[in-house]
């Protein structure tokens, strides 16, 4: 199968292509990226061919496309593939509006093309077998759930980077959609919609740019309340309040409260801190399985055997309608229903 990177505006893109490489079964052709420098960097850090543009990438004919663009300009290219009858896994959020996410899921069911949400936290491990335990009912009824999704600023994390490596466009309103709202909670929506079964009826948030300066134009912290169709609730806080020096490699946990007792779940957990005098400062080690690995298998699967993949087009659109609701329960000071 022959799959090519749209864009690698978006840091999880050199983890896919690491995977890409790896995989007996598929030839990764190439990248395009419309910042020339970084898309000659990756293209060969990856020995691999640096296409002018997206259209050019897409008149060769892949298979199938990974879109890791900024997620603004998610629908563009995904329009362009899809009209070309080119399968797309697309970054999440699948968009910055739920009117371009509700475009991009038509494009491609019109299209008759494969489109799955980038919601690689349904490969962990950890949430896995929470999933397992909810699904053989051993916890009998949920109650509520308290969870997390935190990180550093990502200014703060790449301040070493290259210039042309900087993920600047996380904290541009335009590009990103938001801050931490967008880039935080769309991953334990997924996961809470996948555990409970259940759809959100009712958002409730609260943001703020305590953390950081004012310097930064979207907000840095956040808390989220979800109600779900059943009556279950949820708790998100979804905030980047890690400081520079704090050695992060995901920061996605969680506990239910059920019938049955107390789940606790942190996604990251294996990881070894490593200290060093040359390196300035603690950092982890990962030695987990990763579910970035996972995830491209199961795409790759789902358009081989022309089925749709475990997390849709769909999955994405409910979560931006999530956080669109979120960002008007804020400005309004009030609960916002779906």
């Not at 002018?52 to 997620?71: G, K, Q, R, Y």
């Not at 107390?262 to 005098?277: E, G, N, W």
Request: proline residues 4%; charged residues 20%; aromatic residues 8%.
């Amino acid at each position: 199968m022959r799959i090519g990177i749209l864009s690698f505006a978006h840091l999880h893109a050199e983890s896919y292509a690491a995977f890409l490489q790896q995989m007996p079964e598929v030839e990764f052709i190439g990248i395009a990226d419309d910042n020339l420098e970084r898309g000659r960097h990756f293209a060969e850090t990856f020995g691999v061919r640096l296409y002018p543009d997206a259209p050019a990438l897409i008149a060769d004919a892949p298979d199938a496309v990974i879109v890791t663009s900024e997620n603004a300009r998610h629908l563009p290219l995904v329009r362009r593939a899809a009209e070309a009858g080119v399968h797309v896994l697309c970054e999440k959020p699948l968009a910055t509006t739920v009117e371009d996410a509700q475009e991009i899921v038509r494009l491609c069911r019109a299209a008759g093309v494969t489109l799955m949400t980038a919601f690689p936290m349904r490969f962990n491990a950890p949430a896995m077998e929470v999933k397992r335990q909810v699904e053989t009912g051993a916890l009998g009824a949920i109650y509520g759930v308290n969870s997390t999704n935190q990180g550093q600023l990502p200014e703060l994390h790449q301040r070493e980077s290259a210039a042309f490596l900087k993920r600047d466009w996380f904290v541009d309103p335009a590009l990103a959609g938001g801050g931490a709202v967008a880039d935080h909670v769309v991953h334990l929506t997924d996961l809470l919609r996948w555990f409970l079964g259940r759809e959100v009826v009712e958002v409730y948030a609260a943001t703020n740019r305590i953390m950081h300066g004012d310097h930064v134009q979207v907000e840095t912290g956040g808390l989220v309340m979800l109600t779900f169709a059943d009556g279950t609730f949820a708790s998100i806080d979804c905030s980047w309040s890690k400081p520079a020096g704090y050695p992060t490699w995901g920061g996605l946990a969680l506990e239910i409260v059920a019938e049955g007792g107390l789940v606790t779940m942190d996604a990251f957990r294996q990881v070894m801190t490593v200290t060093s005098a040359d390196a300035g400062r603690p950092r982890y080690a990962y030695w987990g399985s990763d579910a970035d690995g996972a995830m491209l298998a199961e795409f790759v699967a789902a358009v081989r055997e022309r089925r749709d993949p475990a997390v849709t087009g769909e999955d994405g659109l409910r979560a931006v309608e999530v956080v669109a609701a979120a960002y008007e329960s804020a400005a309004r000071g009030e609960p916002v229903h779906l």
